[in-house]
């Protein structure tokens, strides 16, 4: 079994999930257990295909499908902001992790991509 807890990602996906676990709870009820939930399951989602990736042999699927997850978790928060379930300090928050979130699957899946080559 591959280690992930030293990866920078998984930190920075893991802080992210604890601070969107922690931002739900301070939802409205109208909307805790309808988007609060969606974007919490998104969160595990997306922290349980950095694990899938670290462990693969072949890290770029994982990595494809991160980014669409990832996406997704971005739409949702911006929602969540609109609905003004969010305010703007919260909401630029989780953007700028998102973001650093992004940069860093996307290095990743560079990485992975330069060595499938080499390894063909």
């Not at 703007?88 to 650093?100: A, H, M, N, Q, V």
Request: proline letters at 2%.
């Amino acid at each position: 079994m591959a280690r992930y807890q030293h990866l920078p990602i998984f930190q920075a996906i893991y802080n992210l999930s604890l601070e969107i676990h922690q931002r739900v709870n301070d939802f409205p009820r109208t909307h805790k257990h309808s988007i609060g939930e969606k974007l919490k399951k998104i969160a595990y989602d997306l922290m349980e295909l950095i694990i899938e990736a670290n462990s693969a042999k072949e890290k770029t699927e994982f990595l494809r499908r991160s980014e669409v997850v990832l996406e997704k978790l971005k739409i949702y928060i911006r929602l969540c902001y609109d609905l003004k379930i969010l305010g703007i300090k919260g909401f630029e928050y989780l953007c700028r992790t998102t973001d650093d979130i992004g940069r860093q699957i996307n290095k990743w899946k560079e990485w992975s991509v330069k060595q499938a080559k080499i390894t063909t």
